[in-house]
């Protein structure tokens, strides 16, 4: 089975901080995303990576940046968090073929105080 | 801005009855995707439709696209009451992108 983790659960962090959200996955896919989920507005794209080193701005990359060194590791950075990033934060891995799915980790709730 | 919208945004049914939910888009797809979430959980992987497709079966599930209206439409055949969760539709318009609506929150009353 796919494997996608994201490395906390739930994570409470003050205006200003800088903020780290991890994601892996066990299963050699190429591409990953990072997606916000907020009440009413379903799953927007913050970035994507279809390769190492390599990213591509979402619907909503503002106040977020990715870094993605190795193949099965991809990291969302708040450089300075604010009250509007909390939210629910989701990774997603899927492998080139579009014609596959698309496998999501637990989620980050990220709250920022 | 979203690829996909569904409707509609909530839908109250009884159990045993069809829920249907629609889904619009607005690019050019290389395939479809329906997905369910419960509340407070991750996503979990319902159908995939491939553009070339015109309609699908899984279990209870039943989704149809058509791609001269940018639509598709997932059906719920005798509904229960596990099957009360937000349901979404994403599409995947180049191959390493997708993105997706803002969901259809079903409720199946007992």
């Known amino acids: 089975d796919v494997k996608v983790t994201q490395s906390s659960r739930y994570l409470v962090k003050r205006t200003g901080e800088k903020v780290f959200l991890e994601c892996v996955q066990d299963m050699d896919h190429e591409n990953m995303f990072w997606y916000r989920q907020d009440p009413g507005l379903g799953l927007r794209l913050i970035y994507f990576s279809y390769d190492v080193k390599m990213k591509e701005k979402g619907d909503i990359p503002e106040g977020y940046s990715v870094s993605r060194e190795k193949k099965e590791r991809f990291s969302l950075i708040l450089e300075s968090a604010s009250t509007n990033q909390t939210s629910m934060y989701l990774c997603?891995?899927?492998?080139?073929?579009?014609?596959?799915?698309?496998?999501f980790g637990p989620g980050t709730r990220l709250l920022v105080l | 801005s979203q690829q996909g919208e569904e409707d509609p945004q909530a839908l109250s049914i009884q159990e045993g009855e069809n829920a249907t939910m629609n889904c619009s888009y607005k690019t050019s797809i290389n395939n479809l995707q329906w997905y369910r979430q419960n509340s407070g959980r991750g996503l979990v992987h319902l159908i995939l439709?491939?553009?070339?497709?015109r309609e699908k079966h899984s279990g209870r599930l039943r989704v149809t696209l058509d791609t001269s209206k940018k639509s598709s439409s997932l059906l719920i055949t005798a509904s229960r009451a596990a099957d009360t969760a937000s349901y979404f539709c994403a599409t995947r318009p180049i191959p390493n992108d997708m993105r997706f609506g803002a969901g259809t929150r079903l409720t199946v009353k007992p």
């Open positions: 997603a891995s899927t492998p080139g073929d579009p014609r596959t799915t698309q496998y």
């Open positions: 439709i491939r553009s070339n497709e």
